[in-house]
Structures are given as C-alpha cells and as structure tokens.
C-alpha cells in the first residue's frame, strides 16, 4: 500500500526527471527557479516603462505642434515696455506715498494794482489745507514755509514773521528786507495793505496806510534829517492836502502834487515870514501874497519863487505903492 500510495507521485517525479534537461533542477515545491528580470524600455519622455507596458505604448510619442514652436524671444521693445510700466507704477506709489504723508501742490493767483501773479506751492499742509512746510515759487524768487514758527524765508534774503493764510502773508507780520528795510503792520494776499509802519536802512520812517504795497492814504513820513510829512499820500508820493516841516523850522501846510508843493498853500519860515498863495513845482508862482516879519507885504504875481509883473507893497507906516515888479524890486516908471 505504501508503494501504491507512492506510485502516482513517483511517477510524475519521474517524467519529470525525463523531460528536464541535463544538468539543470527541476522546478518543484522546494524552490522555484528564479524569473529573469525584464529590461526596462524608456519612453518618449525619458522615463522607464514598467515592464508590463505593451509594445503599443512602447513606441515613441510624436512631439505636439506646442513642443515643436520654437520660444519667442523677448524683443527690445517688450523690455523697454516693461520696464516703462514698472517705473509708472513706481512713480504712481511714490505720489500715493507723499499724498498719503500730507503732500500737495497748489497755486494760488495774486491780484496787486493791474497786475497777476501766479504762486505755486509744493510741501506739506494741515487737515484743513494750510500749508505748513514747503516750497513756495514766485515768478522771480522762491521762498520756505515754515508754520511751527510762522516764518517764510526767500532766496534773495527776506525773512518774513507773522500770520499766513495759505500759503500768503495775511494779517499782521513782520518783513525784513535783505537791503535793511523793514516793515511791520498789515498784509493782505501777500501784499502790504492797510495800516503799518515802515523803517527805512537811512533812517526814514513812514507810519501809516498802504495799499498794494505803496504808501496811499493818510500817514506821517518822518526823515533822517530831521524833516517830517505828515498828510495824503498816493503812490509812496505826497498828494493833496499835507504839512511839511523842515528840521530848520520852515514850514508848508497845503496842497501837494507829484511829491512837491503844488496849488494853494502857506509856507511860515523859521525867521517869522508867511508866504500865502500859489506854489507851482515847489516855488511860488502865480498870485499870493509875502508878509515879511517887520510888517512889509507884497501881494500880487510871482514868478520863479519872487514877486514878478503886478502887485502891491506895503509899509508898517501905512505907505504903499502898487505897480511893477521884477525879481523882487519895484520897477518905477520912467
């Protein structure tokens, strides 16, 4: 029994041993023989393909039409267009940036006499758009704001001290001129308007109004030398009704024209003599009359500052004679 259970088995071992070649194992139960290992195939793309892959997907692939076009290369016309949009960009943040930081520029127009001005600004301003620090420029200087002090500095050397609004001096300031001149009072739109006083680097003071930047109105000019204004000016001149005193004592109270002593009015000398009349550049011309301080007087015409042509003398005693005059002498008749 033992046999025959065996024999199947033996038999099979049998054929086996007969249909395996020489010299090699046969396969069974105890070990197998090892498979040989598959080469792997590479792809179209480089890499390996399992070694199951069919033969199909084995073949190459055909390069799409996309991998066959070549890269364009950047011409120099899109670097220059580029670079262009990132300097815009830039240069769009930096003005963010400053606007943000409180930055502005502004113009203002300023109205003196017949003439326009046009200011720029360019700094800083408050919350309600003062400027507070920054450049202003004007059509022959430029000057620095600065509202923690109140101070405008130009370039030519003026210093001005005082209230602002905007960018302009308006209120009440001081300005001191490179050349020495000073003046201290009222601005208006940047000008001097109203009432102030003005310092000149001789010496002369004037006190009183100005408009546009000139003395008009009523003021009092005093001088260096001792002479004094004191009336209507128009123009930074003497105009209308005024008085002058000269530091001798003479005086003239009248009426001025051009800066000078012109139409009716009364010059009182420091030695007592009164003359009453006309005055034409300064000198008496036309008909007055010249009391001098004995009690003599003269009325009639003068010319060139002197009786000239007819008129009456007159002596203390009560003697008078009426007739001709020339350069001051009586011109008897022949």
């Known amino acids: 029994m033992d046999n025959q ?31 040989p290992a598959h080469r792997p195939v590479r792809s179209a793309s480089g890499g390996a393909r399992p070694a199951g892959s069919t033969q199909a997907s084995a ?31 830039a240069v769009l943040l930096m003005f963010l940036i400053l606007f943000l930081a409180g930055f502005r520029y502004m113009s203002y127009k300023i109205v003196r006499a017949e003439e326009t001005t046009t200011v720029k600004y360019i700094g800083r301003v ?17 000057a620095r704001v600065r509202a923690s002090n109140n101070t405008i500095a130009y370039s030519n050397g003026d210093v001005y001290k005082g209230e602002t609004k905007k960018m302009l001096k308006h209120g009440q300031g001081k300005y001191v001129f ?86 009716m009015g009364t010059m009182t000398y420091a030695n007592g003599d009164v003359y009453t009349g006309e005055f034409v550049d300064d000198k008496k011309e036309g008909t007055g009359t010249y009391t001098w301080k004995n009690g003599e007087s003269y009325t009639g015409d003068f010319s060139a500052d002197q009786p000239n042509g007819t008129g009456t003398y007159k002596w203390p005693s009560g003697r008078t004679y009426t007739g001709k005059f020339s350069n001051g002498t009586i011109v008897l008749d022949e």
């Open 178 to 263: 490179e050349d020495g001149d000073v003046y201290e009072g009222t601005f208006v739109n940047d000008v001097i308007s109203g009432e102030g006083t003005y310092t000149f680097k001789n010496g002369d003071i004037y006190q009183g109004s100005f408009k546009d930047g000139v003395r008009s109105g009523q003021g009092t000019m005093t001088f260096s030398n001792g002479d004094s204004y004191t009336g209507n000016f128009v123009n930074n001149l003497r105009e209308g009704a005024g008085k002058q005193t000269y530091a001798g004592g003479d005086s003239y109270e009248g009426n001025f024209s051009g800066n000078l002593k012109n139409g």
């Open 126 to 142: 408050n919350g309600s758009g003062d400027p507070t620090n920054g450049l202003v420029v004007y059509s022959d200087k430029t």
């Open 5 to 35: 259970g065996r024999g199947p088995r033996s038999n099979q071992n049998q054929g086996a041993r007969r249909n395996t070649p020489s010299g090699q194992r046969p396969q069974g139960a105890g070990q197998q023989r090892p498979r």
């Open 59 to 89: 073949r190459p692939r055909t390069p799409s039409a996309a991998a066959k076009r070549p890269k364009k290369h950047r011409t120099i016309g899109m670097i220059l267009r580029n670079i262009f949009i990132v300097a815009l960009l």
